[in-house]
């Protein structure tokens, strides 16, 4: 059980056209979802934390109207990165937390690779 | 969050026992320890986490100092499939988690 999917796994796109992703829980629901990056051999980063139904909350220095953010239901989060760029290229990964067990942790995505030429 | 002090890489042996500590001298006393391993290429994967008391499962075990200032990830027989970079994090249960370097494990044959 506990099984995130994200769609798709690996995106090439063009200077500044917008691309989303998707991050889906398969056999729970999520009431929260993190969407992190990471650039090559570096840690990851947390963006975001997004709860369904509401505003996500963007870390310091995460500009929101670059990296869109939507929880419209427990079991899907989309990440949209408006106007890419280069500099955009990243390894994207979500993660979810189950609304129900209070001792659940954080379950995570297989991570979409965004190349921006 | 705290911070967690790691090594950079280990090195263990196919079969043997691998301990990764990790040092988090200011967590605060209701943040878990958690430990995730993430393998090139894919998303993290939850591997252990706990509060005070040792813990179990299939996959390690975590010993943790009584005054929680530190902690080790056993792996009690590492194959070569466990080679992959571990996070040790604290941070409140359901909380959001704060990624540091971790450790890359290698596993020799």
């Known amino acids: 059980g506990a099984v995130v999917s994200q769609h798709p796994s690996w995106v090439i796109c063009k200077s500044g056209t917008s691309v989303k992703i998707e991050c889906r829980s398969l056999d729970f629901q999520a009431t929260t979802m993190f969407w992190y990056r990471q650039f090559p051999k570096q840690s990851l980063m947390l963006m975001a934390t997004s709860n369904e139904g509401s505003k996500a909350t963007y870390e310091q220095g995460v500009e929101k109207d670059k990296f869109l953010i939507n929880h419209a239901s427990l079991t899907l989060s989309t990440l949209t990165v408006t106007s890419a760029h280069p500099e955009d290229s990243s390894f994207y990964i979500c993660s979810a937390i189950t609304s129900g067990r209070v001792t659940d942790t954080q379950y995570f995505g297989p991570g979409t690779r965004l190349t921006v030429l | 969050d705290a911070k967690t002090t790691q090594p950079n890489s280990m090195e263990s042996n196919e079969e043997e026992p691998v301990h990764l500590p990790c040092n988090h001298s200011?967590?605060?006393?209701?943040?878990?320890i958690h430990w995730y391993r993430q393998l090139p290429s894919q998303g993290p994967e939850y591997v252990i986490h706990g509060l005070t008391s040792n813990v179990n499962n299939r996959m390690a075990s975590l010993a943790i100092a009584e005054d929680r200032k530190s902690s080790t990830l056993i792996l009690h027989r590492a194959t070569l499939r466990d080679a992959a970079v571990y996070y040790c994090i604290s941070a409140s249960l359901r909380g959001k988690l704060i990624f540091g370097q971790g450790t890359t494990l290698q596993v020799k044959p």
């Open positions: 200011t967590i605060s006393g209701t943040d878990y």
